[in-house]
């Protein structure tokens, strides 16, 4: 090689040398001049758009790997930057005092570097990492000057100290949305969010979105899709909020006392601080303890539920449990803070299958059949303890065509029925309870039957007293007016002796009125009447 060419390649090489380094000086001095804009105009922007006081902690701008000549001939246009930044928080104008409205661990972001360096901006996708949106009370904003539009600023807008900014897609990790309440005395409603993408509509159009997110209590798996804003600075509990969602495997075993896998599914709109829900759940093995039988529950509901607090309130509700249907009304009620919800419920029950509502309030197999009327109000308060001890009920009944199933007590039933009609040597032969009715309060594992009634062929018995569900113990006191005298109570010689006392107990249209005594258990009951101030025992007949 000669000495000219040796020289000229040389040359060449300087030339490229220099050519690179100048290249990289011009790519630093354009990011450090592009690196303060972008900050600056995120702030304005961010400011202005939430009506907020902005802090950012740290903000780099990197730009792509592209020659200078290539930035120059397209003016960056198709050509994104990366954004990236620390220790976002927004706060209300005013309020150093309240928590953030957003604060944000690190974000990063693509930006289109024409319409950085010329507005209005386009960021074709922000990516979140540790989000907390806090949506304070309406009683915590201060007045503010008129509001931001609600929506990103339409194309073409532009002006130094409102720079028009579309985002087109946002994806969030690890997020939390908190939902203050207006009673500083009431605790926050969180959710956690998992995974969470929105994507614009165009300007001023609510962003849709796509969120997936574990239920703290109980645990479930929570998929949900809709729409979601536009956002109000003025008033972000206000912001609107639609949305599909699907609940799966949440384990209902983490309340004491209950059991069974809920699944529901169902669409809701609103605020955020105030929604109207719609859908259904069900429960194939429902019980009230764990050691219970299961019985299938399925749930048809409307609900508006306090964003705010986070308690719910049911429009008339439509269930099934086992074969049995009836509607409900009522709410899920937060009273005092740090404290679970209480339930209260309204239930009508007009034909209800008396074997599935047993077999959530006792152990083993129910000891009855029959067709239920029910009407009553359900208090459960906070979750705490179990379910069965802590349930409270008030309310009436009816059941007919009532039979009692593995017990004696259907045998005795038949014989007192027999001797009611002055019948006594009749076998005893399975017949209906034709009606029972009574008025109960229900509270620790205890029924009190303020009224209870029961009439079978040739008897009426009247009574009030308790039955303590875990001791299977009978406590009743009362009266039975039976068809049938005294002396038609028995046979042979026994009829003729007692036939003058006919006239001592035949009272208030009765051939025989006696006052009566019910204790033992529902398997072996012991029946005692009140014969002139003594209680003497009534062998009762077996089976």
């Not at 503010?144 to 002006?159: F, H, I, L, N, R």
């Not at 209590?217 to 809709?226: E, L, N, W």
């Not at 093995?285 to 299938?296: E, Q």
């Amino acid at each position: 090689m000669t000495a000219r060419k040796r020289n000229w390649i040389a040359a060449i090489g300087l030339v490229a040398v220099l050519l690179a380094v100048g290249l990289a000086i011009a790519a630093s001095v354009l990011a450090r001049r592009v690196q303060p804009y972008a900050r600056q105009a995120a702030i304005r922007y961010l400011s202005q758009r939430f009506a907020s006081d902005v802090e950012l902690q740290s903000l780099s701008i990197r730009l792509p790997e592209t020659s200078l000549f290539h930035l120059v001939l397209t003016r960056g246009r198709g050509i994104s930057a990366r954004v990236e930044g620390e220790g976002l928080a927004l706060r209300l104008k005013d309020r150093p005092d309240f928590v953030p409205l957003f604060a944000i661990r690190k974000f990063r972001c693509d930006v289109d570097l024409q319409s950085l360096l010329h507005p209005p901006i386009t960021v074709t996708q922000v990516w979140v990492t540790g989000m907390e949106i806090q949506v304070p009370p309406r009683s915590e904003r201060a007045p503010a000057s008129p509001p931001a539009s609600a929506g990103a600023e339409p194309a073409g807008q532009q002006s130094e100290s409102n720079p028009s900014v579309t985002i087109r897609k946002v994806s969030i990790q690890h997020a939390v949305l908190v939902l203050n309440p207006g009673d500083a005395r009431k605790v926050p409603l969180r959710f956690e969010i998992q995974n969470l993408l929105l994507e614009s509509a165009g300007a001023g159009a609510p962003m849709k979105y796509d969120a997936s997110l574990t239920n703290a209590k109980p645990p479930g798996k929570v998929h949900a899709t809709g729409t979601f804003g536009p956002w109000l600075a003025e008033e972000p509990g206000d912001t609107p909020i639609t949305g599909d969602y699907e609940f799966t495997k949440a384990d209902l075993g983490v309340f004491a006392g209950i059991a069974g896998t809920l699944r529901s599914s169902g669409s809701f709109e609103g605020r955020l601080s105030a929604l109207a829900a719609r859908g259904q759940a069900s429960v194939p093995d429902f019980r009230l303890r764990k050691r219970g039988s299961p019985v299938p529950l399925s749930v048809r509901f409307a609900v508006l539920v306090d964003g705010t607090n986070g308690n719910t309130t049911l429009q008339p509700v439509t269930a099934t449990l086992g074969s049995t249907k009836f509607t409900t009304s009522g709410g899920i009620i937060r009273h005092e803070p740090n404290q679970p919800r209480a339930i209260s419920l309204d239930v009508s029950m007009p034909d209800g299958n008396l074997r599935d509502v047993l077999r959530l309030a006792m152990k083993g197999d129910p000891f009855m059949e029959g067709r239920l009327e029910l009407s009553t109000k359900i208090d459960i308060p906070p979750l705490t303890e179990k379910v069965r001890e802590k349930l409270e009920m008030d309310g009436h009944f009816q059941v007919s065509d009532a039979r009692f199933l593995h017990s004696p007590i259907q045998n005795q039933i038949d014989g007192l029925s027999n001797r009611a009609r002055g019948q006594p040597r009749n076998p005893a032969s399975d017949q209906v309870v034709s009606n029972m009715s009574g008025e109960f309060h229900l509270e620790d594992a205890a029924i009190e039957f303020r009224k209870l009634s029961f009439g079978i062929p040739g008897a009426d018995i009247d009574l009030a007293g308790g039955y303590n569900l875990d001791s299977d113990a009978l406590a009743f006191a009362g009266t039975l007016k039976l068809q049938a005298t005294v002396s038609q109570l028995v046979t042979g010689w026994k009829r003729l002796i007692l036939r003058p006392a006919d006239r001592l107990f035949e009272k208030n249209g009765a051939g025989t009125f006696l006052r009566i005594r019910v204790d033992g258990t529902s398997k072996t009951p012991k029946l005692s009447v009140n014969v002139a101030g003594r209680e003497l025992a009534v062998p009762l007949p077996k089976r």
